[in-house]
């Protein structure tokens, strides 16, 4: 099954063999009392020995969670469509550089690759690259084995990646720890079930004001932990809660406005724009932490490090954090965003093409993953950050009956591709 799309954790699995991750933050613990959830979920996920992504990273079939990608190739090409029809839309440039933050097993940018490879003489003057940020050790191995048949350079002396290689399709491709790291220029980005795992602070509404959720041990369990509250303000409560804020319980991602913060500043200043998928809500939802093991959900305090951790992602915040640098659009449901992109259209084709009725039941139940309501259809939803003028022609208050009007934006409206 993917990821369910809200309700926090429940089932507790055994603790992993080892245990180190959990000794390391008792430890911690212990020497220098809770730490807020969002220290506690960095801790979990991306601690450079034991975080869960850079051990087990978990995507697929065989790990902890599914994502679409993996489920249909379907999604990566209706995505690959997407960026070319905004690059024909914003004039062709002569390049672009895709982006792609957090691409797991690499399953989506090598389906955006191959739409690139057939529509090859449309793109056929302009100079494509492919700019990878991945943290984990070992998800960067999948994606280098599953790109480049694992013909990458470590280190490369020319570049700020870590690590090179060439597509099979003869795109030049490279790795980053940070998107910082990225060189500038006309960009086209990519965040699918990414922001949802960078780590969240937690709140909640008490008699005396705003306390911030915190993790501590459990005094009367050892090497066990247990959620507590701030005795008193914390920097996140002054700093991350709105003063107009009505919920009880909320959870702000302050490095996921970070990020959107520095892809706006990006695309305001070199151009391109961003696609963000993923599971979340419009500055609604309370209590959405929660973990998944083994595609089950698995309590987020229990076993840290085996089990992935993700809250949803809170689109409200993040069109809020792009500070009006560039337009957004969305949040808009996934079954409508891959409607609007043609996917019946393609499944009809995929259909036609198969001749065994094994894969045309794969095509249709992989199609009914990511468009029913009940699964994913609905919670996951699509958002984009794009230059203003591509929304409204720049000079259109002064002579507005002068310029013909602009392409829509596909996915968000019906694709048109001219
Ligand atoms: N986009 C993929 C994978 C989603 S899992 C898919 O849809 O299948 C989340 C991905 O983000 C993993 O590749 C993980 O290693 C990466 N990741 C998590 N935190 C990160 C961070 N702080 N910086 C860069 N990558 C990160």
Known sequence: AARLCSGAGGEAAAADGDGAM???????????????????MREALTNPGQGYYTRRGGVGESGDFITSPEISQVFGELIGIWYISEWMAMGKPNTFQLVELGPGRGTL??????????????????????????????????QAEMLTGGKVQPNPEDKSA?????????????????????????????????FDALPIHKFQRTEKGWREVLVDIDPEVPDQLRFVLSPSRTPATQNFIQPEETRDHVEVCPEAGVIVQRLASRIEKDG???????????????????????????????????ADLTADVDFSYLRKMAQGRTATLGPIKQREFLKNMGIDLRLQVLLQNSGDTATREQLLHSYDMLMNPKKMGDCFNFFALLPHHRLVHPDKKDKPESKSPLPPVAGFNELLLK
């Not at 933050?25 to 020497?31: E, G, P, W």
């Open 22 to 40: 959990l000794r390391h933050l008792a430890r911690k613990l212990r020497a220098s009392g809770p730490v807020t959830v969002a220290e506690y």
């Open 109 to 142: 940018t090598e389906d955006i690759l191959r739409v690139f490879k057939q529509l090859a003489s449309v793109l056929s003057k302009c100079d494509v690259s492919v700019h990878l940020v991945e943290v984990s050790p070992k998800l960067s191995e999948f």
């Open 162 to 194: 870590y690590m090179k290689g060439v597509s099979k399709t003869g795109i030049p491709i490279f790795w980053y720890r940070d998107i910082q790291d990225v060189p500038p220029g006309y960009s086209f980005y990519l965040a699918h079930e990414f």
């Open 272 to 306: 391109g724009a961003a696609l963000v998928a993923d599971y979340g809500h419009d500055g609604t939802k309370t209590d959405t932490f929660r973990g998944f093991r083994n595609h089950k959900l698995h309590d987020v305090l229990s076993a840290p490090g085996t």
